[in-house]
């Protein structure tokens, strides 16, 4: 059987860990920046700073974007209690900030938006704040697009990794173990609309595999779970992150070829395709 080079890295990874002096050596060492999704880095602006070098950029601004933040979605509870990730709008208006394409606006995210006129109304109305404070109305920037990220498979089983850790590492019991360990798939898609005449821009799919590691924690006890606890972090959930990044860089190269679609007559005219 040909065993898929992820799942090689995996198993050895997983094997050298169970192998070593002291399990613990595994995680005994506290560090920042290791837990990063697909999405990584910051921006400002149009400056990024440690983006993921695999997402594609936009070398001019094509409008302001709305982006969905899911929670009216049917995935979005289900997505977040097997996954134990809250959200995933943050890290999508992180990659839409790096890469340039947009300018996004807080419309879309309807506790962000709720907030923010609650602290405008405060500071406009309350009497309080000093003269000059430029809080009139006609500030806020208007979206143009529209963002809805929806997830259409998550955590789907594709194999599990006991025979490549049996063949790699040569423990029959550890291989077993192992054996609990599979790798899940996620594919998702990104859609995106003009908001003033509601046609959809464009469409885009995504798909990522990620390892779960959790279900071969349960065969061990205290410290020795402890030490391998990073590797359960949520792989479904970032698989997940990676498919929208996916997602997302696939829409950028067909954004960046993008014509408009144009129907003799106009839109919303009746169309071409008649009925007698």
């Given at each position: 059987?040909?065993?898929?080079?992820?799942?090689?890295?995996?198993a050895k990874?997983?094997?050298l860990?169970?192998?070593?002096?002291?399990?613990?050596?595994?995680?005994?060492i506290?560090?920042?920046?290791?837990?990063?999704?697909?999405?990584?880095?910051?921006?400002?602006?149009?400056?990024?700073?440690?983006?993921?070098?695999?997402?594609?950029?936009?070398?001019?601004?094509?409008?302001?974007?709305?982006?969905?933040d899911?929670?009216?979605?049917d995935?979005?509870?289900?997505f977040?209690?097997?996954?134990?990730?809250?959200?995933i709008?943050?890290?999508?208006?992180?990659?839409?900030?790096?890469?340039?394409?947009?300018?996004?606006?807080?419309?879309?995210?309807?506790?962000?938006?709720?907030?923010?006129?609650?602290?405008?109304?405060?500071?406009r109305?309350?009497?309080?704040?000093r003269?000059?404070?430029?809080?009139?109305?006609?500030?806020?920037?208007?979206?143009?697009?529209?963002?809805?990220?929806?997830?259409i498979?998550?955590?789907?089983?594709?194999?599990?990794?006991g025979s490549?850790?049996?063949?790699?590492?040569?423990?029959?019991?550890?291989?077993?173990?192992?054996?609990?360990?599979?790798?899940?798939?996620s594919?998702?898609?990104?859609?995106l609309?003009?908001?003033?005449?509601?046609?959809?821009?464009?469409?885009?799919?995504?798909?990522?595999?990620?390892?779960?590691?959790?279900?071969?924690?349960?065969?061990?006890?205290?410290?020795?779970?402890?030490?391998?606890?990073?590797?359960?972090?949520?792989?479904?959930g970032?698989?997940?992150?990676?498919?929208?990044?996916?997602?997302?860089?696939?829409m950028i190269?067909?954004?960046?070829?993008?014509?408009?679609q144009?129907?003799?007559?106009?839109l919303?005219?009746?169309g071409?395709?008649?009925?007698?």
């Amino acid at each position: 059987m040909n065993i898929p080079f992820y799942s090689q890295k995996a198993a050895k990874l997983f094997g050298l860990c169970l192998l070593g002096a002291t399990l613990s050596a595994c995680g005994g060492i506290v560090t920042t920046g290791n837990q990063s999704t697909a999405m990584s880095g910051s921006a400002g602006g149009s400056t990024s700073v440690g983006a993921n070098p695999e997402l594609e950029r936009s070398e001019r601004t094509l409008g302001t974007i709305a982006i969905d933040d899911g929670r009216n979605s049917d995935w979005y509870g289900q997505f977040g209690s097997a996954t134990q990730v809250t959200t995933i709008e943050p890290l999508l208006r992180l990659a839409v900030q790096q890469s340039n394409c947009f300018v996004i606006t807080s419309i879309g995210n309807q506790q962000l938006d709720s907030r923010l006129s609650r602290i405008t109304d405060q500071q406009r109305n309350s009497g309080e704040y000093r003269a000059g404070s430029n809080q009139q109305k006609g500030q806020r920037v208007a979206a143009d697009y529209f963002l809805e990220p929806k997830i259409i498979i998550n955590n789907d089983s594709v194999g599990g990794l006991g025979s490549a850790l049996s063949g790699l590492i040569g423990n029959s019991a550890v291989a077993g173990i192992a054996g609990a360990m599979q790798s899940k798939a996620s594919v998702v898609t990104l859609s995106l609309f003009d908001i003033r005449s509601s046609v959809q821009i464009s469409s885009s799919e995504g798909s990522a595999t990620a390892t779960n590691y959790g279900a071969a924690l349960s065969a061990f006890t205290g410290g020795t779970a402890g030490s391998l606890s990073g590797f359960s972090r949520t792989p479904e959930g970032k698989a997940t992150v990676a498919a929208f990044n996916d997602a997302w860089n696939k829409m950028i190269v067909s954004l960046k070829n993008y014509r408009a679609q144009e129907v003799e007559g106009g839109l919303g005219t009746g169309g071409l395709l008649k009925v007698n």
